[in-house]
């Protein structure tokens, strides 16, 4: 994923260095703001290092805001987002569920963000980009609550972030939610953890995230789409060294099974 404070071709260049397959482009000011990036910039940048894309959206828009005006300039920004998205190629975009509705209940703020939801979802299918809401701790983490969001609308995809299912639970949610939405997954964020409340993006096999086991339940659903390692960290060695441990263990995983042993 690009910083969104740093320049967006820098990041590019950054990305194709280490030897990825795309970039998780969030669109989010003040440097990767959806209203100043220069499309065809970052258009010919992605075909010069035949890199992918998958959109990545602002997490903090309150799309279920009490106050309507706050909710529509929420889609505003949203479907600004999936014009810069489909102007670069991209096939997916993700969404984050609001739920900071301060004196609301939860029933309000499931309420609004189907309505922002259903309404997104039409504009973006016109310009060839899906939906993908991502879980995220406390409020849309277990089967369960995302099923609130993901039931009612069966065109939305599931945004699995193995990272944030390890977070505000007893146990990882991962299992449960390809159990419950395996079929919809078009994309997954990968970061460590070490329980708790805390999101802090550490490298893999720094903190409590079973990556083994997830690879195994990712596997076992026959995924092999993209993954983000969303290590947030100054040393980007930690970035490669994340790389190279998924690798080798997605590697060993598919040999376990292939094997006669396995």
């Known amino acids: 994923m690009n910083h969104p404070a740093r320049d967006i071709l820098e990041q590019i260049e950054w990305v194709a260095s280490l030897g990825l397959g795309f970039i998780d ?13 220069d ?9 010069r290092h035949g890199l992918g894309i998958v959109g990545h959206t ?19 920004e949203l479907r600004r987002c999936v014009d810069v998205f489909a102007a670069l190629g991209a096939r997916w975009m993700n969404v984050h569920p609001d739920r900071h509705a301060p004196m609301h ?31 995220l701790p406390g409020d849309f983490n277990t089967a369960a609550q995302m099923g609130e969001l993901l039931d009612p609308l069966p065109d939305l995809g599931l ?13 990882s949610t ?20 070490k329980g708790g409340g ?16 997830a690879v195994r339940l990712l596997q076992a659903r026959g995924y092999d789409g993209t993954i983000t390692l969303e290590v947030f960290t100054p040393d980007p060695h930690h970035l490669s060294y994340s790389r190279d441990l998924l690798q080798r263990v997605w590697t060993e995983e598919l040999a ?6 396995g």
């Open 25 to 37: 482009l969030t669109l989010e000011p003040p440097m990767a703001a959806s209203w100043r990036v």
């Open 39 to 47: 499309r065809e910039a970052i258009r010919l940048a992605l075909a």
């Open 58 to 76: 602002a997490f903090y828009l309150p799309i279920a805001s009490g106050i309507e005006e706050i909710r529509q300039a929420s889609m505003q």
């Open 105 to 135: 209940s939860r029933s309000f703020f499931v309420e609004k963000n189907l309505e922002t939801l259903g309404e997104l979802m039409p504009y973006a299918a016109s310009r060839g980009i899906g939906l993908m809401l991502e879980n």
């Open 159 to 171: 945004h699995l972030d193995i990272g944030h299912a390890n977070l505000l639970v007893s146990h």
């Open 174 to 193: 991962v299992e449960e939610l390809l159990k419950a939405f395996g079929g919809r997954l078009r994309h997954v964020h990968l970061h460590d953890n």
């Open 198 to 213: 805390a999101d802090l993006h550490l490298p893999l096999g720094t903190g409590s995230v079973d990556l083994r086991g």
């Open 256 to 261: 376990a099974v292939a094997s006669p042993l």
